[in-house]
Nanobody, 124 residues
Framework: QLPLVESGGGLVQPGGSVRLSCVVS????????IGWFRQAPGKEREGVSC???????YYADSVKGRFTISRDNAKNTVYLQMNSVKPEDTAVYYC??????????????????WGKGTLVTVSS
């Protein structure tokens, strides 16, 4: 069983909202950082948002003011609330975690564990 399982993707209209969830097993979000990454066709995987165990947050410039990362430690689940979505947000979204309580620059190479991803398509 993968330690990270994403859900919540699908087809969303431009300007709409969607919330992604990532259930974590095998380690506690009380002690580990967590992040959301995305990969569009033909593009490199990029960091969207990261959250440390002490609630330090990072957002990519392209999503600041529109996306919010949060977590529920009791459920060991992390969320990505995506508002005012745009066609350029279309990508496979991955949940990932480093083997530490904090992250550096929220880069894919920092992450140790990955989910399989969930596809978000923004289109009318």
């Amino acid at each position: 069983q993968l330690p990270l399982v994403e859900s919540g993707g699908g087809l969303v209209q431009p300007g709409g909202s969607v919330r992604l969830s990532c259930v974590v097993s095998g380690f506690s979000l009380d002690y580990y950082a967590i992040g959301w990454f995305r990969q569009a066709p033909g593009k490199e995987r990029e960091g969207v948002s990261c959250l440390s165990s002490s609630y330090r947050t990072y957002y990519a410039d392209s999503v600041k003011g529109r996306f919010t990362i949060s977590r529920d430690n009791a459920k060991n689940t992390v969320y990505l609330q995506m508002n005012s979505v745009k066609p350029e947000d279309t990508a496979v979204y991955y949940c990932a975690a480093p083997n530490y309580s904090d992250y550096g620059l929220c880069r894919a190479r920092e992450m140790e564990y990955w989910g399989k991803g969930t596809l978000v398509t923004v289109s009318s």
